[in-house]
């Protein structure tokens, strides 16, 4: 996971933006206390302390932390985005990147394991009751092909903010 809950002042931090010496600090979903690291060669990230029993953070790839982080940085530069943040909770999902972008509140999604249907549309109909449109983004697996291409697919072949959910399929290294 990228964020954490900094114990000092409960403000919510980013791993990368974070410092051991602000130890410590707990996982935003059961608050029990998770460690930062701050490696060389790994994304910046936060990790609970064994044992754990928290589904926050499990699963996600190498990729998928990339991919929210570069999500995130790129939509910083964008004039008609605000509220910008990762790993936001919204009820019983927690968004990889939520934005309001031009005034349209967004979850993106990143995607990369295997979710079944009822559980990606469990998690979009949650957004939808909360006004949220959702953009899914798959990630695709190594052992696929390594050209860079990004497929766009939308109801009506159209990409319509009033759609509410939108997919982007990227293959390639990230």
């Not at 060389?40 to 990339?66: D, N, W, Y």
Request: charged share 20%; hydrophobic share 40%.
């Amino acid at each position: 996971m990228l964020t954490a809950m900094r114990r000092s002042d409960t403000a919510k931090v980013t791993a990368r933006d974070s410092e051991r010496t602000e130890a410590p600090f707990q996982c935003p979903t059961c608050q029990r206390e998770v460690t930062l690291h701050k490696g060389q060669i790994k994304v910046h990230h936060f990790a609970h302390k064994p044992p754990v029993t928290c589904a926050r953070g499990i699963g996600e790839s190498e990729a998928h932390l990339q991919a929210k982080l570069a999500i995130f940085d790129a939509l910083k530069r964008e004039g008609n985005v605000a509220d910008l943040e990762i790993e936001r909770n919204c009820g019983i999902s927690v968004a990889d990147v939520f934005a309001r972008i031009s005034d349209i509140p967004v979850a993106i999604e990143i995607q990369r394991s295997a979710l079944s249907a009822n559980q990606i549309n469990a998690r979009t109909q949650n957004y939808h009751r909360l006004g949220i449109a959702v953009l899914w983004i798959a990630l695709a697996s190594p052992d696929l092909a390594t050209s860079n291409t990004v497929q766009v697919h939308g109801r009506n072949g159209a990409m319509q903010p009033t759609m509410g959910v939108f997919t982007i399929g990227i293959k390639g290294k990230f």
